[in-house]
């Protein structure tokens, strides 16, 4: 399949290069130059997860997708529960970093392993916690590829450090004693060391690179499959960057039988201002409880108005955006403890935005991005009780962190990369 760039359109690439690449010319986006519908829903949805992925991701990103990548990325549970009469929770936090990110991540490492087979990779990211998790554990053994995760000291909570920061082998971990921003700048300098890239075969695997986004159309899919026959569901996503809803707009484009999308935003609430007075006018980011959220220039928004321009998408009729505050936020996380269902803080922003927006004659399904777990002491200090964790959880709690530490230096971080 064909891949351009959206900022730069002439810039035409394989599925391959374009996730080997992550990024186009001018840090533009890459994005299916085409999209057909897919054929005979109904049979699709009765076909089985992998099967049913592997027919949607050769049909986005071509004939080289093969089954067993998909039965190694997607290898864990994915259930829809019934939360109330009309309301489910697509529930996609199972896979090892306890949070929907896997789903991307996983996707991506195998398409990597494939597409840079024989030559040496080293991942190289920052992270605030949770991508970081994602990668770190996507590549865990293997083969012909290094990751080096850089993340801010102290500044990941204790569990998430324990997530990606005890697997050892191909996995290097590295604190460095200042926060996200200077771990960013780090990784950008590496990326500007031509030798570096070279010796090392750097490749980002940031959040932006296509294979996540073709990933994430895949349960949207399974989520229809597990309703009833004939709901036209509506979907409601907790956002940040905006990569779970384009993903959500894109199934839609090849024939996903939804009803429409909420993108539910926390204070950073830069897409419903835009959606509701025309202005794109991003605030400094404030810091909330949903924190994978708090991002006011959310990364994948192009993506979405690429549908509308390019791909007949109808964006005002299919997508509305919410913002929803801390308050009631915590009492969403209350509110659904009540119907017995324990969420994250991001699901119960979701589960939220669709109680206050879904008619008496539709059904809703809010995404669960986060396991309860993995926010435990906001869920704790909300509903004062004790939490108990999931027994493979308390497993990884006993674990050592095996990261180095290190200044905020350049220098320093070459030579540790170059070590090896
Ligand atoms: C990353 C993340 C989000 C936001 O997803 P986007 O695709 O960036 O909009 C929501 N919830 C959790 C738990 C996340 O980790």
């Keep these: 399949m064909a891949f351009i760039n959206i900022d730069h359109r002439q810039q035409q690439v394989s599925f391959a290069q374009a996730v080997v690449k992550g990024l186009g010319k001018n840090r ?41 990548w998909l039965e190694k990325a997607f290898d864990f549970p994915l259930p829809l529960n019934r939360v109330s009469e009309r309301v489910h929770a697509l529930e996609l936090f199972h896979g090892p970093s306890l949070a929907f990110k896997d789903f991307g991540a996983r996707f991506m490492a195998q398409c ?20 970081g998790a994602a990668v770190a554990q996507a590549f865990y053994g293997q083969e012909h590829i290094d990751v080096v995760v ?14 990606f920061c005890t697997l050892g082998g191909n996995i290097r971990t590295v604190a460095v004693e200042d926060d996200f921003d200077a771990c960013q700048d780090l990784v950008k300098q590496s990326f ?64 996903l039988p939804a009803k429409r999308v909420i993108a539910a935003t926390n204070c950073n609430d830069t897409v419903p201002r835009f959606f509701k007075d025309g202005r794109w006018d991003p605030k400094p980011t404030v810091a909330t409880l949903t924190n994978a959220m708090d991002i006011s220039l959310p990364n994948n928004f192009p993506r979405v108005l690429e549908l509308q321009k390019n791909h007949g998408l109808n964006l005002p009729r299919l997508l509305t955006s919410f913002a929803v505050d801390d308050a009631e936020t915590r009492l969403a996380v209350r509110e659904l403890d009540d119907l017995a269902y324990l969420a994250d803080p991001h699901s119960a922003l979701a589960w939220k935005a669709l109680s206050l927006d879904l008619a008496k004659d539709e059904t809703g399904v809010f995404l ?50 170059l070590s090896r």
């Design 192 to 255: 500007d060391d031509p030798e570096l890239v070279q010796t090392l075969g750097l490749n980002s695997a940031n959040s932006i690179n296509v294979a996540r986004l073709l990933a994430q159309v895949c349960y949207y899919f399974e989520a229809l499959a597990k309703l009833p026959p004939g709901t036209r569901p509506v979907f409601s996503v907790p956002s940040g960057n905006f990569g779970n809803v384009t993903a959500a707009l894109l199934a839609i484009v090849v024939g």
């Design 28 to 68: 533009g986006l890459f994005f299916p130059r085409q999209l057909s519908p897919l054929q005979d829903i109904p049979a699709l949805l009765r076909m089985d997860f992998i099967d049913r992925s592997t027919v949607i991701l050769q049909h986005l990103a071509g004939p080289e997708i093969q089954r067993k």
């Design 150 to 163: 850089l993340y801010p000291r102290g500044k990941v909570t204790p569990l998430q450090e324990k997530l």
């Design 368 to 417: 669960c991005t986060a396991h309860p777990a993995k926010f435990i002491e906001t869920i704790e200090d909300v509903l004062q009780k004790p939490i108990t964790l999931p027994r493979e959880l308390e497993r990884v709690c006993q674990k050592d962190v095996l990261s180095t530490v290190m200044p905020a230096d350049y220098h320093s971080l070459r030579e540790f990369l």
């Design 112 to 131: 990597l392993a494939e597409f840079s087979a024989g030559k040496k990779t080293t991942i190289l990211t920052a992270t605030s916690g949770d991508t």
